[in-house]
């Protein structure tokens, strides 16, 4: 049976009449568009656009806010259509708007259909059109839906009259709980996706049909046994991981056919003990026949990950000259801020690729990949490794503390060896490069803002001084919770993990129940984690006795656990490093240098105490025009800013009213063009919101 719905889509009447009158497609002008995610299906974050140009950009102004009325993240890339601006808000309502106003034409809200389904961090949405028929696609927890375009009806030919579930079709036991918070690309008849997996979930690419949402091919980037990639594995794998996903997104060549894929690491993140070997397809980019999900070629970029560094950044298709030949590019870049990049067709590597001994394992029962490849070019994107010459130079007491820190807990580089010892890990978890993506020209020229953040890296055991498991319950919060919520249950609030020390004050257990099983925030749905396991963690959080327990194995759990995530910060609260904290970087890849670096970002009290500009750490990504601009928010001092795409000049910023933590998108309605950005905040500890703010030159 389905659930009942209530069509909640608000038309205005006005909106309603252009809806009708105006909503064909003109094929001939796709530059007032911005119909894709990221802008197009080779995600190049580009636009010909010119009307804003290095001339008049300093003359932008608002030229409207739409305020959602939600209050998180949101790091929605805008779509719009002839004239239709279409949004999935912080809460996971998908929106229309007058491009051109701001005017509310219809909504949207999934809750109507399948109540309390969870939430994600929602990036974008996909667009279909047969030149008649157009559609709108979207998720929100594990329900992904059509809509018509033109009113925000559920299309009643997909799925189940109008959505389906994407825990089906995954080649597993049951149907789990799944999401989609980096939207797909239309190929021919096919939107073609990747998933965000619980740990214990293999990943997948998979295409569906556009008009039933019938799955069409599935690619296992967590292959079969027998299945290539298999061999990479140890016995019985499957029972004990999941994951190696495509959370960050795709790109597709729509001439050759084929999508590029980039994944995430296999799961547990921080303990490879039970998935020994080098586990493909984890952390690879992998070339798919975009008309079978059959594999092309790959590249694994981490071997064995132990650090979580997932291929965060979705790849980027370019061209570029070398000798006088054009030659067709994949670029891919990753959280150690290294860019590589290979030929779309062969996939063999434009510049050679190193295998360099990483540190090794201290703990018996983690065995670590002897090496791991880095680019020899273009050369890194940031430093590689935290050092003396790294000391913040904010202050003298920042310089200390900088000394003490690294003196007591060591610092080797990207790889750390798994220890029970605490370490700085620089790069970091967060980058290096992020979601936000990279903008490529068509002169072979990529654009991508970094990270410089170090972080800590340390696991803790799960077993007692002697020997012995600890309670059920803490053991099973150490290994589902700990990493994002921390050992001692302080949270990571600046990552959006709250503390769970107190939870008994704002929530009931039913309510954690119900979190736990549906997820919320940045935390995945929990369905598959039997009743025995979550009743402990409950009772652990509420700290309440343990009962006794029957049929205990003690080997059950990993023996060890990821501490948690926390930054590397000075007294102050300031990046205990030597700034720049955040910039944006173009790099030349017809010759694969770096033709310019600026920080990207200010804490306004540190320059008015005479500190250079600093960057600051930043999550969004940039959009590069005709115009010769590069426009950008990202950063987390709330402003959005432009700057010359030749040089790195910052040419004009203006304040939004949260930080722009989103990748804009450009458009053209009525001669006219806009820049519009999504304002939410939420990153690094900042306010939190939903705004949409667009800008456009005087009348």
Excluded at 655 to 666: E, H, R
Aim: charged letters at 20%.
């Amino acid at each position: 049976m389905l659930p009942k719905y209530n069509l909640r889509t608000h038309l205005l009447f006005f909106g309603f009449l252009w809806v009708i009158f105006g909503c064909q497609i003109d094929q001939g002008s796709k530059n007032r568009n911005w119909s894709a995610y990221l802008g197009d299906r080779h995600s190049t974050q580009y636009s010909s656009l010119d009307q804003i140009n290095l001339k008049n950009v300093n003359q932008l102004e608002v030229a409207w806010t739409f305020v959602t009325g939600d209050s998180a993240m949101y790091q929605t890339n805008n779509l719009v259509v002839n004239g239709r601006l279409f949004s999935v808000t912080p809460y996971s309502r998908v929106i229309c708007l007058d491009a051109a106003t701001g005017d509310l034409l219809w909504e949207f809200d999934p809750e109507d259909v399948n109540p309390h389904s969870g939430d994600a961090d929602q990036r974008g949405l996909m667009y279909w059109t047969d030149g008649t028929e157009e559609r709108i696609m979207s998720a929100k927890g594990t329900w992904l839906y059509s809509l018509d375009a033109k009113s925000g009806a559920l299309a009643p030919s997909f799925g189940e009259g109008g959505f389906i579930h994407l825990g089906e079709g995954l080649d597993v036991d049951g149907r789990p709980n799944v999401g989609l918070n980096t939207p797909g690309y239309i190929y021919q008849d096919m939107f073609i996706i990747g998933t965000n997996v619980p740990e214990n979930v293999p990943g997948a690419i998979r295409a569906f049909d556009v008009r039933s949402g019938k799955r069409k091919w599935i690619f296992h980037i967590l292959p079969r046994p027998g299945e290539l990639g298999s061999e990479t594995w140890p016995e019985n794998y499957l029972e004990k991981t999941g994951g190696a996903s495509d959370w960050s997104g795709i790109a597709i060549d729509t001439i050759r056919g084929i999508v590029y894929t980039s994944t995430e690491t296999a799961g547990p993140d921080f303990y490879g003990g039970d998935r020994t070997g080098q586990n493909l397809f984890a952390n690879s980019l992998v070339a798919l026949n975009a008309a079978t999900g059959e594999r092309l070629w790959h590249h694994q970029l981490v071997h064995h990950d132990l650090w979580d560094m997932d291929l965060c950044t979705p790849p980027t298709l370019l061209t570029i000259t070398q000798d006088g030949q054009k030659r067709d590019v994949v670029a891919q870049g990753s959280k150690m801020g290294l860019l590589f990049v290979f030929d779309r067709e062969s996939g063999e590597p434009v510049w050679p690729i190193e295998e360099r001994p990483v540190p090794q394992s201290e703990l018996p029962e983690i065995k670590t990949w002897p090496t791991q490849p880095f680019p020899t070019v273009p050369p890194p994107l940031m430093r590689q490794k935290y050092t003396e010459a790294d000391y913040s130079d904010i202050s003298p007491l920042a310089t200390l503390y900088c000394k003490d820190v690294l003196d007591r807990s060591g610092s080797n580089g990207p790889y750390p060896a798994p220890s029970l010892h605490q370490t700085i890990i620089f790069p970091g978890y967060d980058g290096g490069m992020e979601w936000g993506g990279s903008a490529a020209d068509p002169e072979g020229i990529l654009y991508v803002n970094v990270n410089e953040i170090p972080w800590f890296y340390q696991l803790v055991p799960t077993r007692g001084s002697d020997g012995k498991a600890l309670p059920f319950g803490e053991r099973n919060y150490r290994v589902q919770c700990a990493s994002c919520h921390g050992i001692d249950r302080s949270g990571y609030i600046a990552g959006g993990f709250p503390e769970l020390a107190h939870i008994s004050d704002r929530l009931d257990k039913n309510t954690v129940r119900m979190l736990i099983d549906n997820g919320g925030g940045r935390m995945p749905a929990f369905k598959s984690l039997s009743d025995e396991r979550k009743e402990s963690i409950i009772r652990f959080l509420f700290n309440e006795p343990e009962p006794e327990r029957e049929n205990y194995r003690d080997e059950e759990l990993p023996p060890y656990v990821f501490r948690g995530f926390q930054r590397f910060f000075d007294r102050e609260g300031y990046p205990a490093i030597k700034p720049p904290w955040g910039t944006l970087n173009a790099v030349d890849l017809n010759t694969g240098t770096i033709k310019w670096k600026v920080p990207l970002g200010e804490y306004r009290e540190l320059t008015e105490r005479g500190i250079p500009v600093t960057g600051t750490e930043n999550y969004g990504g940039p959009v590069v025009t005709a115009g010769g601009l590069i426009f950008i928010g990202a950063t987390a001092d709330g402003k959005f800013r432009a700057f010359a795409k030749e040089n790195g000049e910052l040419l004009w910023e203006h304040d939004l009213p949260l930080d722009g933590n989103a990748t804009p998108s450009t458009y053209m309605v009525n001669g006219k063009q806009y820049i519009v950005v999504s304002a939410g905040g939420a990153k690094t500890n900042r306010p939190k919101g939903g705004t949409l703010v667009a800008f456009s030159l005087p009348d």
